[in-house]
């Protein structure tokens, strides 16, 4: 059992160290990321789209090198339990997702996926060992065609100094920083 050059063992100890804990949707996405780079040819220079916030992206940022940071990873919240690796070039690629039918047959792995159970009441060992032993028997895969408006790189373009706290930020904000235009994220 193996998660790309990972046995699941060190790949567990990855997420904890990372994400702080052993995440389901880490460890499941690991499997998820896992099926989609061997379904994706190889040598291709290939880019992610998550449908989801919650702990997914961090599944594919430990394990491709695609990451919020560098652009290569979009998250465009749908909801889902998905993601997609595509081809940058031509926007052909794989997604994969946690099969609503295909949990049934795991019952601690459904009762987290549906949240049928607090999660102070779920049992982890027994929920990561069914992980573990379903694999990617619990996912599904499609072949895709991302839409190009989605593949867009955000740039900074032109930078200013603020005349109100005299810091850096992109002058397409306008005038002023978003800071000192009212979006105060601090009081």
């Known amino acids: 059992m193996r998660i790309l050059e990972h046995t699941f063992e060190e790949y567990l ?7 702080g804990a052993e ?14 780079v061997r379904n994706l040819p190889e040598g291709i220079f290939y880019e992610a789209i998550c449908e989801t916030r919650s702990c997914l992206p961090d599944a594919i940022q430990l394990l491709t090198p695609c990451t919020i940071g560098n652009n290569r990873l979009k998250i ?3 909801g889902r339990f998905a993601v997609a690796l595509y081809d940058k070039q031509h926007y052909e690629g794989v997604r994969v997702f946690l099969d609503a039918e295909k949990v049934k047959a795991w019952p601690e792995i459904k009762a987290w996926y ?3 159970k607090p999660k102070k009441e779920q049992d982890r ?3 990561t060992r069914q992980i573990k032993e379903a ?8 072949n895709v065609y991302v839409q190009p408006q989605f ?13 109100g706290c005299r810091e850096a930020y992109p002058a397409e904000d306008g005038e002023m920083c978003l800071a000192c235009q009212g979006c105060a994220l601090y009081v």
Not at 13 to 19: A, D, L, P, W, Y
Not at 135 to 142: A, F, H, K, R, T
Not at 151 to 163: D, F, L, M, Q, R
């Open 13 to 19: 100890e990855i997420v904890r160290k990372f994400h």
């Open 23 to 36: 995440a389901p949707g880490v460890l499941i996405g690991g499997f998820m990321v896992d099926v989609a």
């Open 76 to 78: 465009i919240h749908s």
């Open 114 to 116: 549906f949240k049928l």
């Open 125 to 127: 060992g027994e929920l």
């Open 135 to 142: 694999g990617e028997s619990v996912l599904s895969i499609q």
């Open 151 to 163: 593949t867009v790189k955000w740039h900074k373009g032109k930078i200013a100094v603020c005349p």
